[in-house]
């Protein structure tokens, strides 16, 4: 019964060190999440890409999701019109415009991949913010509320001990 109560006084450092374990995860989370970004976001101004006239969004220099898609996209339409619609693996070996539409779908994997990139970063920075709000909704909330529960077992307990048992005595036989 002491082991009991001694593990029952305790008991309330686990949601504290959960917290600490969870914010310490979610700032990690956060700091990866936006190197990432930003190595995705630095290989893509070292290419050193302009968004053409006709792209959704015109004249802009690549360096982030909405830019990148909007550069694969004006591509896929710029090859998808050379080659009359065909993609690279409708295309004759011996059609001239297989090389080209093969390069077309290069780049357009690499700046879909550079999209997909960002977020997944995104995604990553977010869950590592949500970690840290658990985290500090354990410390907070948790942590209180595991201790009051088991000041109040041991209390109950302590009660017990200390009152004495009533007995009851049987009624007296009334003449």
Same mark, same amino acid.
């Not at 070996?93 to 077309?104: G, K, L, S, V, W």
């Not at 869950?127 to 985290?135: D, N």
């Given at each position: 019964m002491r082991i009991l109560s001694l593990a029952r006084h305790w008991f309330w450092l686990a949601p504290v060190i959960f917290g600490l374990v969870f914010i310490a995860g979610g700032i990690y989370m956060m700091q990866q999440g936006r190197d990432a970004h930003d190595e995705v976001e630095d290989a893509l101004i070292?290419?050193?890409i302009v968004t053409p006239e006709d792209a959704s969004i015109p004249n802009v220099r690549v360096d982030d999701a909405d830019s990148a898609k909007a550069q694969a996209d004006i591509i896929e339409t710029h090859y998808l019109e050379l080659t009359e619609g065909k993609t690279y693996s409708e295309l004759d070996?011996?059609?001239? $415009?297989?090389?080209? #539409? =093969?390069? #077309?779908a290069s780049l357009r994997t690499? *700046? $879909? !991949? #550079?999209? !997909?990139g960002f977020k997944v970063a995104d995604l990553v920075v977010g *869950?590592? #913010? =949500?970690?840290?709000? !658990?985290?500090v909704m354990n410390i907070l909330f948790l942590a209180p509320a595991v201790y009051y529960a088991a000041e109040i077992a041991n209390e109950r307990d302590s009660a017990r001990t200390r009152a004495p048992e009533v007995v009851a005595k049987p009624a007296a036989p009334q003449a």
């Open positions: 070292a290419e050193n070996r011996e059609d001239p $415009n297989r090389e080209t #539409a =093969f390069r #077309a690499s *700046l $879909n !991949m #550079a999209v !997909m *869950l590592g #913010a =949500f970690m840290i709000v !658990m985290g």
